[in-house]
């Protein structure tokens, strides 16, 4: 047995927003928009785990299947490929661009999840699908065919380039390290939607654990402390 199942959902909210904690302190500190912006990723990961805790351990309701499609499913993607953009390139125009994009498709989620219809009999399920409560090929439903999809390639071509560039650089050693697992820890999260597709709840909280531990792993890596060459780029992967 693998014991309480919403124990691997919460301890996934746990790293997700100390993850976010550490985002935002950074960001106090050094006021790049790119840290924020991953800070609200990071929290709505969290929040979004924590409706998988509720849903799992006392039963799924409109509210926190919502919650988990429109933060989890939905939005999470688009704001971590957002601030990725955000660190590549660091221009006023791309941060205006950025921000208006990322209020368009917030207020796009919260408006297309008003207007859906769910079926009840759907959420008795020990993890619903968003097929099965939002009816295949509704506008619920394609969200994250429209937004996640596309914001995850942004966001590993960004990382992946972000890794390319440090490449054979000895003292951008621990960022190149730390940016790879990151990469590999967004991949990890982004596959689990294929076993919430299939209802595997096992497979599903699972991935979310390990994919926003690696993440983080990633993170802190990536913010060790080293000294930089003269021409080492600032900060590619924190």
Known sequence: ????????????????????????????????????????????????????????????????????????????????????VLLLFRRPAVLWATGLLLVFLTAYTMAVLQGAEVAPSALAEQLPSGKEVFGDGSPAHRLPQLISIPSYVVLLAGTVWSAWRMRGRPQLRDRFVGTVLIAVGATVVAGGAS????????????????????????????????????????????
């Open 1 to 84: 047995m693998l014991g309480p199942m919403w124990l691997f959902p919460l301890l996934a909210a746990v790293v997700a927003f100390a993850f976010a904690v550490s985002l935002g302190r950074r960001f106090l500190e050094r006021r790049r928009p790119y840290q924020l912006v991953w800070m609200l990723a990071l929290a709505m990961f969290g929040l979004a785990s924590l409706a998988v805790v509720g849903g799992v351990a006392t039963g799924w309701s409109r509210f926190t299947f919502d919650v988990y499609w429109a933060l989890g499913a939905v939005l999470n993607v688009p704001f971590l490929a957002a601030g990725e």
């Open 195 to 238: 076993f919430s597709a299939a209802g595997i709840l096992v497979g599903f909280i699972a991935t979310l654990l390990v994919g926003i531990v690696l993440m983080y792993g990633g993170f802190l890596r990536a913010s060790r402390t080293s000294v930089a060459a003269p021409t080492a780029r600032p900060e590619p992967a924190t």
